[in-house]
């Protein structure tokens, strides 16, 4: 698949104010110091960057050691995040993720102890290993930006990305995530291998550790959270929303999904549109926003239906890219 | 029907009081054949229902409305005698429509009056079809039309725009109405047939020629009828248009006799001369047969006949403005009379009169040749101070000597009827014909009026070898009736006729332009819009190589066309709605076209930007364009800015890009 970037402004004083063109500039230079570490994944880190600005959750399945931690890594020292890691494993409990209330000696109660999760980008690492009580744990968190422990809500702090990696589901001892749950994800990439003139980069250049570690943020997380606040600012024509609309309606008639898309899907599409243009430096949301985020957005929502036997995922995806504009 | 229909939907004040008004209008015209008493009621009817809107009365109850209703009905039938044909209907609907007006409460009720309001303007038609009425109804038309678009408006519109809305309704459907017109199959008749009752009252000669009937048409302005020619107009003193003609004499009227239907002009023994004349005749109704041609009528229009004495007789009488083509030939050559027709035409009362008698008997005791005895007996006319007058002194028995030898003093039928006598008397065949002479040029159209006042009566005499030839003593006594016409209105009592103005007064000449300029566009008007009958279809039919189709086969086509063009219209409709039917996509859709023509495709899902940086890259030369337009639909489509703002800009970019 060729790699979208966005589209350069087609610059018309008329039409972009100024601010747009700054919040771009911004951006740009949280994903030059990305692409700096991650090479030739420019897209992915746009469209992860994407989902951080729509507010949504990631998810990342592929092999491993194709650098789904580093992004995570990336992605929280360019944009200066708080950062913690939950290594998911069989045995993790809710717990081990939310935190638990301890005794304290000292003072003779019971102390909140926050785990990892009270952190502004958390990696759930391989979040298909752990048993479906700890992902729902994992996964409400997510959907309520808040943890209750012993009948104690805490805010989980802003702002609040999880990344979550998962090995391809045919792996032995995984615990696949349920629909509904993959549904929680605003989006779910493939990192996929590096290509050659990448690769050989990679080999070449010096170590990723070190490098993350050498890192200065680019943005701070205000700026970050200023942005997030401006996506609903960002103008959807009824134009666009009729495109919309023919995604969603072509995907439930379609005779090549078991079930068609959930408005929660066509939400999450606006709004990952909405900050892809952002990233665009635009006010105002184009069919190709849409086009450009539409597979992250939707493919790991989609299941083919019985009979429909190419299950390579651009296959199953052809039908909605062939939606007319309206 | 639908669920307007079921849920009454209130209606809005202002709705009510348009409607009012334009069926005010609709009504007006109507006032000039409805008694007074159902125009004020009419007229106070409505005002009663624009009072209790606008105080918020309540409309009157049932117990009410329905006596109103059987008074109005019996006072119509009162009026009229009946409640059928076009005068007494009129009147009904006009009286229903005011009463309908007291529930009017609901959109469907206003629904019903404005088609009633539509229908009456048809009606109308039945009444006139002047050109200026035409006008006013479609007028009218619009109106009411804007009612209806306000009516269906949710909520309060300015009336300039639904009055914008309405007329381009109107125009939309002027063309499919003119096509109609052309083409939607005549019926042999008129264009408004109408019932008997509206005949009456239509002015023009009559079936026999009795002292003082003339004159009364002579004080009529009315058109009898107008005659444009081909090439040359006949000389004044050839302008006799032949009527009837009347053979049989009491001594003092003359009436036609027995009808022969013998085709005059298809005896070998008429012969005609010189150069033709060739002119189309649109002639008034008159409710008799007589069509009027010039003197002698070589030809016979359709649906008509011409009589041994040279009578053209249309099968029917004529209820409508009639066209028709004619020939005539001012010089020609009848041939013998049958013993039969000299009988006839030397028919006199068996006594009376013995001094014209003695007369007569005196001149053909002095010669044998007709000639000289029609010269002394005009010569008689001119010699003896005959005086032409409108008003002449009543004769009371003995008509022809109390007029030759007593009172002198008649108008044209005194002096043809005691012409025909004396001629008779002295042996010589002769008759009175009556008509019209001469008729007022329109310098504008290029035709003569002919009018009311025109009327006139003549003899024909018979002689031998020459056949019947035309003597008009009325030209000896007053030359000048037959040279420059007879003036309107300005005989007085006992005077004599006075003649034409000299027209060299300014103002005469501007009012004369005017009302001749007004004439020739009703005569266009009568001539191809009400003229255009069955016959004159077929003829432009033929002329557009269509001839010989039936008229369900024009029917049929008209049909499937008109449901073309419709479902044409429809599936444009549909496929604007289904690509965006606003200007923004429809001047983008443009674009794309004009691109594809270089082989440029668009393909359904690409946007626009990426549409424009491909075709940018495949033609470097076009790019900076493709890019401005791109820009300005991205912008216009989907960036939220008003469309007026750069729209303008944006079509003439679109219209500018020559790729």
Redesign the interface.
Same mark, same amino acid.
């Given at each position: 698949m060729t790699a979208p970037v966005p589209k350069p402004s087609l610059h018309h004083p008329a039409i972009d104010g100024a601010a747009p063109a700054e919040r771009k500039a911004a951006l740009d230079q949280v994903i030059a110091a990305a692409c700096g570490i991650i090479l030739g994944k420019e897209r992915e880190l746009r469209l992860a960057l994407a989902c951080l600005i729509a507010r949504g959750h990631l998810l990342i399945e592929d092999l491993p050691g194709v650098g789904k931690t580093t992004l995570a890594h990336v992605l929280a020292r360019a944009l200066g995040l708080q950062f913690r890691r939950v290594q998911f494993t069989s045995d993790l409990l809710p717990a081990d993720i939310l935190g638990a209330s301890i005794y304290d000696r000292d003072n003779g109660g019971f102390t909140f102890h926050p785990g990892p999760i009270f952190a502004q980008l958390v990696l759930a690492d391989e979040i298909n290993r752990a048993t479906p009580k700890t992902q729902s744990a994992l996964l409400e968190a997510m959907e309520e930006y808040q943890v209750t422990v012993e009948g104690r809500t805490y805010a989980l702090p802003e702002p609040f990305f999880v990344l979550a990696t998962q090995n391809p589901s045919h792996q032995i001892g995984t615990f696949a995530l349920p629909e509904s749950q993959l549904d929680r994800f605003l989006m779910r990439l493939e990192l996929g291998y590096p290509d050659t003139q990448a690769e050989r980069a990679l080999l070449r250049g010096r170590d990723r550790r070190e490098l993350i570690a050498n890192m200065t943020a680019a943005m701070s997380p205000t700026t970050l959270i200023a942005i997030q606040q401006n996506l609903s600012t960002v103008h959807v024509s009824e134009a666009l929303l009729d495109y919309i609309q023919a995604i969603l309606h072509t995907s439930r008639l379609s005779p090549h999904y078991r079930e068609g898309l959930s408005p929660r899907a066509g939400l999450g599409l606006v709004r990952a549109a909405q900050a892809w243009a952002i990233l665009a430096g635009r006010g105002y949301v184009m069919p190709e926003d849409v086009q450009a985020v539409l597979p992250a957005v939707v493919r790991h929502r989609l299941q083919p239906a019985a009979d429909f036997t190419d299950h390579s995922s651009d296959e199953l995806f052809k039908p909605l890219a062939a939606v007319p504009i309206p | 029907m639908n669920t307007r229909a079921s849920s009454p939907t209130p209606l809005r004040n202002e709705t009510l009081f348009q409607l009012l008004a334009v069926l005010g209008l609709v009504v007006l015209p109507h006032a000039t054949h409805l008694p007074p008493w159902l125009t004020a009621l009419v007229f106070s009817l409505g005002a009663w229902r624009w009072v209790a809107a606008r105080q918020g009365l309540r409309l009157p109850v049932t117990w009410l409305r329905v006596p109103l209703t059987l008074l109005t009905l019996s006072a119509v039938f009162a009026h009229y005698g009946t409640l059928l044909g076009r005068d007494s209907g009129a009147a009904l609907l006009i009286a229903m429509l005011g009463l309908k007006l007291l529930e009017v409460r609901e959109t469907r009720d206003v629904y019903v009056v404005a088609f009633l309001g539509y229908f009456l303007i048809i009606i109308h038609f039945l009444f006139t079809q002047s050109m200026l009425m035409v006008a006013y109804m479609l007028v009218i038309v619009t109106l009411l039309t804007t009612v209806l678009i306000d009516l269906n408006r949710g909520r309060p519109t300015p009336l300039p725009v639904n009055l914008r809305l309405a007329g381009s309704l109107v125009g939309y459907a002027l063309p499919l109405t003119l096509v109609l017109f052309v083409l939607f199959p005549r019926i042999n008749g008129p264009l408004w047939g109408m019932p008997n009752d509206a005949y009456s009252g239509m002015t023009g000669l009559s079936d026999e020629m009795a002292p003082g009937r003339i004159s009364q048409l002579s004080l009529s302005d009315a058109v009898a009828f107008r005659a444009s020619f081909d090439d040359t107009l006949p000389l004044p003193q050839q302008r006799y248009w032949r009527g009837p003609v009347f053979t049989v004499t009491d001594g003092e009227g003359w009436r036609s006799g027995r009808r022969r239907d013998t085709a005059a002009i298809q005896s070998p023994s008429y012969r005609y001369f010189g150069k033709p004349l060739h002119y189309s005749v649109i002639v008034e109704p008159h409710n008799r047969a007589w069509l009027f041609a010039l003197d002698l009528p070589a030809s016979v229009p359709p649906a008509s006949q011409i009589t041994g004495d040279f009578q053209l007789l249309a099968n029917q009488p004529l209820r409508e403005r009639r066209r028709y083509d004619m020939t005539s030939y001012p010089d020609y050559r009848t041939g013998p009379l049958s013993d039969e027709e000299r009988q006839r035409n030397l028919q006199l009362p068996a006594a009376g009169n013995p001094r014209a008698r003695a007369l007569a008997a005196s001149w053909r005791r002095d010669t044998n040749s007709p000639l000289e005895i029609v010269q002394t007996a005009l010569r008689m006319y001119r010699e003896q101070h005959f005086v032409y007058t409108l008003s002449p002194p009543l004769i009371r028995e003995e008509f022809v000597d109390g007029f030759l030898f007593d009172t002198r003093k008649g108008f044209c039928e005194h002096y043809a009827g005691s012409f025909a006598f004396l001629m008779r008397a002295a042996g010589i065949p002769a008759r009175v014909v009556t008509g019209y002479q001469g008729g007022e040029l329109n310098e504008i159209g290029n035709y003569l009026i002919v009018r009311q006042r025109d009327a006139h009566a003549w003899t024909e005499v018979w002689q031998d070898g020459v056949g019947w030839s035309r003597v008009d003593p009325t030209a000896a006594v007053a030359p000048e009736r037959i040279e420059r016409g007879i003036a309107p209105g300005l005989q007085g009592e006992g005077t004599a006729v006075r003649f034409e103005w000299t027209r060299d007064q300014l103002f005469n000449q501007v009012w004369r332009g005017l009302r001749h300029g007004w004439d020739a566009l009703n005569t266009r008007w009568n001539q191809w819009v009400l003229g255009f009958d069955m016959q004159h279809q077929t003829q432009l039919l033929s002329r557009l190589s269509l001839a010989g189709f039936s008229w369900q086969t024009v029917a049929t086509a008209l049909m499937t066309l008109t449901g073309t063009v419709l479902a044409l219209l429809v599936l444009r409709r549909l496929d604007a709605e289904r690509?965006?039917g606003d200007p923004v996509?429809r001047l983008y859709q443009h674009f794309c076209k004009k691109l594809a023509r270089r082989g440029l495709h668009r393909t359904?899902?690409?946007?626009?930007?990426?549409f424009?940086q491909r075709v940018s890259r495949a033609r470097p030369d076009l790019a900076r364009q493709i890019?401005s337009i791109?820009? =300005?639909y991205?912008?216009l489509?989907?960036?939220?800015?008003d469309p007026r =703002?750069?729209l303008t800009r944006l079509r003439r970019e679109v219209r500018a890009f020559r790729p």
């Open positions: - | 690509r965006g996509t359904v899902n690409e946007g626009p930007d990426d424009a890019r791109s820009a =300005l991205i912008a489509r989907y960036g939220g800015h =703002l750069q």
